[in-house]
C-alpha cells in the first residue's frame, strides 16, 4: 500500500488547486459550525454560571410600596426559596462632560456586602461603606462610556432633591448584562447607568423607611412559577403592583436568550450548505479522476490489488482535502469564535465571558466532514471497483449525445457551432447542469441574506427612529402628573413643540391567555410620535378601542372586533372590558395603544400624563437641559439622535465583519464550484479543445466554448440565487424574530447589485486561471492518444 | 488529369535542413536531424517510417504544432521559422487540413457541424453539404459522432478537414485506428479529394504498402530521410493489400 500512498500524495498535489478548493470550502463550513457551536456554548455556560455565581432571581415584581413585613408571606409561599426586596428608583443624572440629563436607575444594596440575590459582581474599586449615603457602585458601561474612574462625582436628582454621588466601585449584575433604558430598546451607555447604593440611603432619600418597592425571588426546585406568580399578584394588589413576571419577562434576559437562540440557528443552515457543496465538488471531481484512471485501475487489479484497497486509495483523494478543510476549518473557526465573543461582549455586560471550545465540537466537525467525504467520494468510487479489470482496460464508451433543444429547425441556421457545443453539452448531462447551478446558486444566496440582515438592520433605523418618532427627546415623569404640567414645560425657553402622553401599567386578558402590558395613550396617531407599521405606513388610531402590535395580537389570539378584558394595575384598578379597534405591525417590542381621552375614562383618572414628546430649539438646548437636571418630577429623558448614533456605532463593527467574512466565504464557495466544473470540463474535453485549436481555433475561441459554459451556468445561478437568497432571508426573519424585535423582510438594490458583482468578479477570476491551463494545452500529445 | 501527373507543380512548403531536439527531463532526444524535403502542388506524398522515425515530429511541424530546434521552414516561399504562436494558428487555419489517427471529432457536434466548425472560420470554405457529399456521406450528415463507425467518423473528419480548402491536408495515420476493408475506403476518400481538388496531401504511415498509392514516398528512420523515391507505377486504394 506505500505505492499507493505515495501514488496518492503526487496525484493529490497535481490536482492541488481544485482540491484545495474542496478543502477551503469545507474549512468555511467547518468553521462556521466550530464557531457558532462553540459561542453557543460559551454564551450559554457563561450565562449560566453567572446567574448562578451572582444569584440572579427568578420573579420579580414591581410595587408602588409594600411595608417590609410582607417578607415574610412571601417566604411562606410554596415553591419560594429566597427573597429580596430592594428600592429602586428612576432619576436625572448630571454627567461631568455632558450637556444634557442622563438617567439613572438607583437600585439598593445592604448597607454590608452580604450574598444577596441580583448580585453585584465588583469590577474595580470597592464596596459601599455603611454611614456613606453618598457613596455609589455604578455599571461598567456606563462609567466607561463616559470616562468615568472611581472617586469621579455624579449629581442626581433623587426625589426633587440634589445630590452629589461619589462611585467607589465598577460593578456588573446578571439583571443587567443588556443594559437598556427602561422602555427602551437600543443601549445608550452615555445616558443610561445603573447604581448601586446603600439602602438606608435610598430609604431617607425616597422616604421609604421600613418598605420597599421592588421585589425578587428564586422558586425552590420544581416549584411553578405560574402558581408563585399567581399567589404574588393577590398578596400585593393592594400595595400598587404592576405584577409580577418571570425571567421571560425580564428585558436583559429576554434579549440574551434570544441571542443564543439566534446563534443556535446558525450552527445548521451555513454548514449544511457548505458540506452539501463540498460532497458535490468531491463526487464530480472524482468522478472524473476515476474515468481519466480506468486503465490504471484495471493494471491495480490485474497485478492482485483487492476492491477495497482500490477502494481506499480513491477514498482517499476525498478524505485528504476533507481532512485539511476540517483542521484550518476547526483552527479558523476558533479564532472566529474568539472574535465574535468580543464582539458579545461589546453588547453584553458579563462579568467574565469565557469561550469555552469543547473536544465535542470537534469530534462533530470531524464526523460531519468525514461523512461528506464519504458521501462524495462513495458513489464515484464503487463504480470503478465494481468494474472487472478486463473491462476497465478499455476506453470508456464514447460520450452519447442526442439531438436537443437546438435541433430544432428554427434555431439550425442562426446559432454558430461554439454555441452548441457549449449548449448541448449543458444539456446532455442536465443533471450536472441543475445541481451547478443551484451549488452557484448558493453562494449568491449567501451574500443575499448575509446582506439581508443589514438592510433589515437599516430599514429598522428607518422606521424606528425617522418614520416612528420626530422628537428630539422624551421626558419620563417619575409618576403621573396633571396635565397642567405642559405649562411649566412651555414656560421653559427653547420648548418648540410638546406632546404629552400616558402609560398605563396594565394587565390585558384574552379568554385564557393573559399578558402584562402597559397602555399608551396618546392624542393623535400622527403628532411628534406617529404610528407607523413595519413598511413605514401611517396606521390610524381607532376612535375607540383599543389598537394592539401584531404579535400582542397573537400571544393573546385576539383579532380587531373581539372585546379584551383590561386590569388597570395603578390607580382605581378597574378592570374594564374594551373592544380591539385594530391591529399595528411593529417591528419592535409588543405595545397596546389607544386615544388619550378613552384612557383617562376608562381610568376614571382623567388629565393624567407620564411623560412627553419635545421638540427643542437647538440654539438653546444648553439651558433647557440644564433646567431639565434639576427638575424633580423627571425620572428621565431619552435622546433619540444619540441613541441611534450609540446604535449604530455599536452595530456598525459587527456588521462590518460580518459582511466581510460572509461575503469571503460565499467567494470560496462560488470559486470553488466555477473553477472545479471548468477544470473538469478541461479535463474532459482537453482533446477536443486541443483539436479544435490544430484546426485553427484561436485559444480565445476555444476559452469561448469552455467558459461559456461556465458563465451560463453563473448566469442562470444568478437570478436562482436571488430567489433561493430571498427565500433564505425570510427563513431567517422568520427564526430571528422574537417579542423583542420583528426582523422586516426588505432588501436593498444594493444587496442584489453587491451579489451580481461579487458573483461575476469570482467566475471571471475562475475563468482566467482556467483560460491560462488552456493556454498550456499539448496540442501534440493529445493527437497521439486515444482518451 | 493534370495533378496526377507527379512532380509538376510549384513547391508548396519547404523543409531545409530542420532538426527538433526534445529535452526530456535530463535527455536530450534528437527526433530529426537536418532533414530537408520539398513538396509540390497537387502531388500525393506518403512519408514512411516505423514509430520512433521522427516523421510525426515532421508532420508537427510543416503542420504549425511545433517548432524547428535548427533550420527554416518555407511555405509558399514565405519563411515560417519565426512565425509566432499567433502566426501559427492563422497558417492552420486558413492553410492546413489536419485528419488524425482517431479522427479526433466534436463528440457534441453531429457530422455536418463538424464540418461547419472549419467553414464558420475559413475565408472561402466549400459549403458543408459538399465536402460531406465528397467523401460520401451526405445522408448521415445530421448524426452525432457517437451514430457513426469509425470509417465514417473518419471521413467526416477528411471532409472537416478539406472544407476549408486547404493548400495541404496533413493525414497523420489515418487508417491506424481501422479495420482493413475501412481502412482501404478511407484511402481512396483522400486519393479522390486529392485528385478532384488538387490538394497538396501528405500521408503519414509505417504501412508500407500505403506507399504505393504516393506519387513520392519518403522514407524515415532515426530522424532522418534516408531516401526520397518517386513511385512511377501507382496503384489507387482499391488495388491495395496489406
Known sequence: ?787 | MAYNQGSIGQTVLGVDKVSKVYTMGEVKVEALRHVSADFYEGELVVLLGTSGSGKSTLLNIIGGLDVPSEGRLYFRGKEMTAANEDDLTAYRRESIGFVFQFYNLISSLTALENVQLVTEISPEPMAAEEALKLVSLADRMNHFPSQLSGGEQQRVAIARAVAKRPELLLCDEPTGALDYKTGKLVLDVIRKVNEELGTTTLVITHNVSIAAMADRVIHMRSGEITEIERNERKLSPSELSW
Open chain 1, 1 to 787: 500500500m506505500k505505492q499507493l500512498n505515495r501514488k496518492l500524495l503526487r496525484e493529490l498535489l497535481r490536482m492541488k488547486s481544485q482540491m484545495l478548493a474542496v478543502a477551503a470550502v469545507v474549512a468555511c463550513g467547518i468553521s462556521v459550525f466550530v464557531s457558532m457551536s462553540s459561542v453557543e456554548y460559551s454564551l450559554k455556560s457563561t450565562k449560566a454560571s453567572y446567574y448562578s455565581d451572582y444569584r440572579f432571581a427568578d420573579v420579580f415584581m414591581q410595587v408602588k410600596r409594600a411595608p417590609e413585613s410582607m417578607l415574610e408571606n412571601v417566604r411562606n409561599i410554596q415553591g419560594v426559596a429566597a427573597v429580596r426586596s430592594r428600592i429602586v428608583a428612576d432619576v436625572t443624572l448630571d454627567v461631568p462632560g455632558l450637556n444634557e440629563p442622563a438617567s439613572g436607575r438607583l437600585v439598593s444594596m445592604p448597607d454590608r456586602k452580604v450574598p444577596v440575590l441580583n448580585d453585584v459582581f465588583l469590577r474595580e474599586g470597592r464596596y459601599i461603606e455603611a454611614g456613606h449615603p453618598e457613596e455609589v457602585i455604578a455599571s461598567e458601561t456606563f462609567m466607561e462610556a463616559n470616562g468615568l474612574k472611581i472617586g469621579d462625582r455624579v449629581g442626581a436628582v433623587i426625589n426633587g432633591r440634589w445630590k452629589e454621588l461619589v462611585i467607589v466601585g465598577m460593578g456588573l449584575s446578571p439583571e443587567y448584562i443588556y443594559e437598556v433604558q427602561p422602555g427602551a430598546f437600543f443601549p445608550d451607555n452615555r445616558r443610561f447607568g445603573v447604581f448601586w447604593m446603600s439602602r438606608d440611603a435610598l430609604e431617607a432619600a425616597l422616604d421609604m423607611t421600613g418598605a420597599f418597592n421592588d421585589l425578587s425571588l428564586t422558586l425552590a426546585h420544581g416549584a411553578s412559577e405560574k402558581d408563585v406568580i399567581q399567589r404574588l399578584d393577590d398578596m400585593f394588589r393592594r400595595y400598587g403592583s404592576l405584577g409580577a413576571y418571570g425571567r421571560s419577562e425580564q428585558l436583559s434576559d429576554r434579549f440574551i436568550s434570544d441571542e443564543i437562540k439566534q446563534v443556535g440557528i446558525q450552527i445548521t443552515v451555513l454548514p449544511a450548505i457548505f458540506l452539501a457543496v463540498a460532497v458535490f465538488l468531491l463526487n464530480i471531481v472524482l468522478k472524473r479522476l476515476v474515468s481519466t484512471q480506468r486503465d490504471q485501475i484495471a493494471v491495480m487489479k490485474a497485478m492482485g490489488y483487492t476492491n477495497e484497497e482500490v477502494g481506499l486509495h480513491y477514498l482517499g483523494f476525498a478524505m485528504v482535502p476533507v481532512a485539511i478543510g476540517a483542521v484550518a476549518g476547526t483552527a479558523l473557526g476558533i479564532w472566529l469564535g474568539l472574535g465574535l465573543t468580543k464582539v458579545y461582549e461589546d453588547f453584553y455586560n458579563f462579568a467574565e465571558l469565557i469561550y469555552y471550545f469543547r473536544f465535542e465540537e470537534v469530534a462533530l466537525s470531524v464526523l460531519l466532514s468525514a461523512g461528506a467525504a464519504l458521501v462524495g467520494a462513495l458513489s464515484a468510487v464503487k463504480r470503478v471497483v465494481s468494474l472487472p479489470p478486463a473491462e476497465a482496460m478499455r476506453p470508456e464508451a464514447p460520450v452519447v449525445y442526442k439531438p436537443g433543444f437546438l435541433d430544432r429547425k428554427e434555431f439550425q441556421k442562426k446559432i454558430p457551432v461554439s454555441v452548441r457545443i457549449i449548449v448541448r453539452n449543458l444539456e446532455r448531462r442536465r443533471w450536472k447542469t441543475a445541481i451547478s447551478v443551484i451549488m452557484i446558486a448558493f453562494a449568491v444566496a449567501i451574500l443575499i441574506a448575509g446582506r439581508y440582515s443589514y438592510d433589515a438592520i437599516n430599514h429598522l433605523i428607518l422606521v424606528e427612529f425617522s418614520g416612528k418618532h420626530r422628537e428630539d427627546l422624551t421626558i419620563i415623569f417619575n409618576e403621573s402628573r396633571p396635565r397642567s404640567v405642559q405649562y411649566n414645560l412651555a414656560s421653559l425657553g427653547g420648548v418648540l413643540e410638546q406632546e404629552f402622553y400616558r402609560e398605563e401599567p396594565a394587565k390585558l386578558i384574552y379568554e385564557h391567555r393573559s399578558r402584562r402590558q402597559s397602555i399608551t395613550g396618546l392624542k393623535t396617531s400622527d403628532g411628534l410620535k406617529r404610528l407607523v407599521d413595519a413598511h413605514n405606513r401611517q396606521i390610524q388610531l381607532p376612535e375607540t378601542g383599543i389598537l394592539l402590535t401584531t404579535t400582542l395580537a397573537d400571544i393573546l389570539g385576539i383579532a380587531p372586533g373581539d372585546t379584551l378584558t383590561v386590569e388597570f394595575l395603578q390607580g382605581k384598578r378597574r378592570t374594564v372590558r374594551v373592544p380591539v379597534g385594530g391591529t399595528i405591525d411593529e417591528l419592535l417590542g409588543l405595545s397596546a395603544y389607544m386615544r388619550i381621552d378613552n384612557l383617562d375614562r376608562l381610568t376614571e383618572e382623567a388629565d393624567m400624563v407620564t411623560a412627553a414628546y419635545l421638540r427643542i430649539d437647538g440654539t438653546e438646548s444648553e439651558k433647557l437641559f440644564a433646567d431639565f437636571k434639576e427638575m424633580p418630577d423627571v425620572a428621565g429623558t431619552s435622546m433619540l439622535k444619540a441613541m441611534q448614533e450609540s446604535f449604530e456605532e455599536l452595530i456598525a463593527q459587527s456588521m462590518t465583519t460580518s459582511t466581510v467574512i460572509l461575503t469571503t466565504f460565499a467567494s470560496i464557495l462560488a470559486f470553488a464550484v466555477v473553477y472545479n466544473g471548468a477544470r473538469i470540463s478541461l479535463s474532459e474535453r482537453a482533446r477536443e479543445l486541443s483539436s479544435l485549436r490544430v484546426l485553427g481555433l484561436t485559444r480565445h475561441e476555444i476559452a469561448f466554448i469552455l467558459l461559456g459554459e461556465q458563465a451560463i451556468l453563473t448566469a442562470i445561478a444568478i437570478p436562482v440565487g436571488f430567489l433561493i437568497g430571498i427565500g433564505l432571508s425570510v427563513l431567517l426573519a422568520l427564526a430571528l424574530s422574537s417579542e423583542l424585535y420583528r426582523m422586516p423582510v426588505v432588501f436593498s438594490n444594493f444587496n442584489f447589485v453587491f451579489a451580481l458583482i461579487v458573483i461575476v468578479a469570482v467566475a471571471l477570476f475562475s475563468g482566467i486561471m482556467v483560460h491560462y491551463r488552456l493556454n498550456r494545452l499539448d496540442l501534440i500529445a493529445v493527437l497521439k492518444t486515444r482518451e
